[in-house]
Each structure stands twice: as C-alpha cells, then as structure tokens.
C-alpha cells in the first residue's frame, strides 16, 4: 500500500460528459503528480502541483483542469470527454524535498480506469 | 524535452533465466534515472534507481548499469521467479527537472 488513494476505482460515462477524479496523497506529501496511461503511449505526464501551486504542465489537454486545494488532495477535472479519453489516470505524490526529476521517489495510488462509451 | 526508448515491449523468460532491459534517452544533461515496476492492478512501484556518477548498483537480483557516453541504460534481473512478473519502466528527468519522462514500458512474464 502506497498510501496514495484514488477514487473512484473504476468510471464508465459517455462522451461528451465531465467526470472528476480524486485524489488523497500520503500523509504530509506536498507534491501531487498526474499521469495517465494508456496502451499505446504509457506513462503520459499530465501536471504538477506543490503545496496547493501548480509546478509544470506536461501533455495536458485544455478539456482537462486540475487543482490541488489547501488539505493537499487534489482533483482532476475531464471534460467533453472522447472516446480517445478512455486510460487509466494515475496520482502519485512525493514528500521529498527534491523534485522527482532530481531523485525524489514518487508514490503511485492504484489509479483511476475511465471507460468513456 | 526529454524522450526515452525502452526495449523490448515484452520479454518471456523460463523462471531462472536473466532478463535485460534497455533504454536509452535523449537529454545528455540528465542525471537521474529510476526504474519502475507495476504489478498487475497496482501503480507503479520504484525498485531501484542511479545517479550519473556511477556506472551500476545493485540490489540482491536487481541491478542497473548506465552508458553516459551512449546515453542507455539497462535494468538486469538474475534468478527471474515468478513474482517478477510485471511491466517494468525506465525513466529520465524531464526538462526542469520536476517530474520523470516515462518509457513505455515492458511486460516480463516469468514461466515457471
């Protein structure tokens, strides 16, 4: 157990709609991480935030939004969702003071399987 | 930014063999590179990483070597049991450092 936790497990909608997904980092980690994954393109970084404050975009759609709020969870917003969207979306979190490109250990949860019909 | 090949995108080993596993990156400045193992229905899980000062660690059956010159490195497992079974990830610092360019991973699958 990581001590990351995501929910929900697992979400079937349609497309066109707007899911949000959750997430609770390990207790007293800053730092909340978004990928998602997919068959055919893996790990896909999608945003950073520390400490409430949004760090780097990587491959983020401008249909999706994310915000990390003062308790530390954070959530991820998908809106006018496709079918391409289907993928399961991971959270990780780090309470190192480095940044995970620099060494610090990332903490997946079990991850979010979207199934957009 | 970062990009980062991983080879091969599956691998099948009978239980004992060694298995190997390649990548190679991109940005020459970059110094930091972890390998990931997730299990079926879990996230990813770092098992062991290395600094560019160094050219292998090791970790009991683990171990991973780095290239600098060529820009790859290898993860090598010895004594493969079933429980290694899993898709494993090589990674490298993205621009900025502040997160991890994934490789798109590779399935081993360990027949007993």
């Known amino acids: 157990d990581s001590g990351v936790t995501q929910t929900p497990k697992h979400l079937i909608t349609a497309t066109g709609q707007r899911v949000t997904l959750r997430c609770s980092p390990r207790?007293?980690?800053?730092?909340v991480y978004w990928y998602q994954q997919s068959l055919d393109q893996g790990l896909q970084f999608l945003i950073h935030?520390?400490?409430?404050?949004?760090?780097a975009k990587g491959n983020i759609l401008e249909r999706f939004s994310a915000q990390q709020f003062p308790d530390l969870h954070s959530e991820l917003n998908l809106s006018s969702l496709e079918l391409g969207d289907s993928a399961l979306y991971f959270c990780?979190?780090?309470?190192?003071?480095?940044?995970?490109?620099?060494?610090?250990?990332?903490?997946f949860g079990e991850g979010s399987r979207l199934t957009v019909l | 930014g970062e990009n980062v090949e991983q080879h091969p995108s599956t691998l099948s080993v009978q239980e004992g063999d060694s298995a190997v596993i390649k990548c190679t990156y991109s940005?020459?400045?970059?110094?930091?590179f972890p390998w990931y193992k997730q299990e079926l229905g879990k996230g990813p899980q770092l098992i062991i990483d290395?600094?560019?000062?160094?050219g292998e660690k090791k970790d009991q059956r683990i171990a991973v070597t780095l290239n600098k010159t060529a820009k790859h490195f290898s993860l090598h497992i010895t004594e493969t049991q079933p429980e290694d079974s899993a898709v494993y990830f090589c990674?490298?610092?993205?621009?900025?450092?502040?997160?991890?360019?994934f490789g798109k991973g590779t399935m081993l699958l360990v027949s007993p």
């Open positions: 935030y520390y400490n409430g404050e949004e760090r």
């Open positions: 290395i600094r560019s000062n160094v």
């Open positions: 207790s007293g980690d800053l730092s």
């Open positions: 990674a490298a610092p993205n621009s900025g450092y502040s997160t991890l360019t």
């Open positions: 940005d020459s400045a970059s110094n930091y």
């Open positions: 990780a979190s780090s309470g190192s003071s480095r940044l995970a490109g620099r060494g610090g250990e990332l903490f």
